[in-house]
């Protein structure tokens, strides 16, 4: 089996956990985009988003609900399944969902969008960045632009175990090109599954790179200590988001890119 099929199912034994999950989160009225992508997003009603790797859907339902036409897109059948039961559950109507790889996405699905979208926890997963570059330039109108919010890479080189007493130990080299293999998968809106999976570490060189060699300009790369989920060892703050204590302004964890296509 391929990396991204082995992907494909340990993702697959999430779905139906991050649905329920999800679907309670919006009923008690508590999903909601952090402040950072809130700002950085603007009003984006009437425009035609395509949210790359949407899970069960659920950031896509907030974009839906900003009064976008939105496209959602993942690897997992199930998820799509359990994407599109949320947005009838929540009777969100102007949203769809398409089951596909990214790295396969342009073979596959015709359209052109004002913003292509993604959200943390997606880059990783991906195994050639340079296809992705290529896919959100390939989706994008002339006039659009594509946001991101996901984990810094810095950050992801630390031992997850340790950082949450705030020790920063490096586990996961920057520059390790191999992807990790891990055993487990999950564990923030679902417990942790046993499940082989594979993530691939980028460079904010990586990332940059892969943009403008498919033709687009960063208009602003911005790197927060701050993370959206209350993770093992964070506090929170008045704004809704979470630190380590101990490495308040020491270290990157969360960034957030605009790319433009002119
Ligand atoms: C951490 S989740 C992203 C969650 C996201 N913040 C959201 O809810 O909108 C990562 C997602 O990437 C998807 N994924 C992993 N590899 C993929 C691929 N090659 N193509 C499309 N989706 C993929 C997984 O199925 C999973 O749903």
Redesign the pocket.
């Known amino acids: 089996m391929s990396k ?1 099929e082995e ?1 494909k199912k340990a ?1 697959g034994l999430l779905s139906e956990n991050h649905y329920h999950h999800y679907k309670q989160q919006f009923q008690e009225n508590r999903y909601q985009f952090n402040p950072i992508v809130l700002k950085d997003l603007g009003n984006i009603s009437g425009k035609k988003v395509l ?1 790359l ?3 069960t859907g ?3 339902i907030v974009l839906a609900k900003m009064g976008a036409d939105v496209i959602g ?4 059948p199930d ?1 799509i399944f359990f994407a599109k039961q949320l947005a009838k559950d929540l009777d969100v109507r102007n949203i769809d969902f398409i089951e ?4 396969t996405l342009m073979e596959k699905h015709e359209g052109l969008y004002d913003i292509v979208f993604t ?4 880059i990783g ?2 195994p050639d960045l340079k296809k992705w570059g290529r896919t959100i330039r390939h989706f994008l109108k002339e006039d659009g632009f594509f946001y991101v919010h996901d984990s810094h890479p810095f950050y992801l080189t630390f031992d997850e175990d340790k950082i949450v007493n705030g020790v920063t130990e490096i586990k996961y080299p920057y520059f390790k090109q191999a992807p990790d293999e891990e055993t487990q998968i999950g564990g923030w809106a679902s417990e942790a599954k046993e499940a082989k999976n594979y993530f691939w570490m980028y460079t904010m060189s990586h990332l940059i790179n892969s943009l403008a060699q498919a033709g687009l300009f960063i208009e602003f790369l911005n790197e927060y200590d701050r993370c959206v989920s209350g993770m093992g060892g964070t506090t929170e703050d008045q704004d809704g988001l979470f630190c380590y204590p101990a490495l308040e302004g020491a270290l990157p964890i969360t960034f957030s890119l605009k790319a433009t296509v002119r």
């Open positions: 991204v992907n993702w949210h790797q949407c899970n659920a950031d896509s897109v993942d690897l997992v998820n596909s790889d990214i790295m959200s943390d926890g997606a997963w991906l």
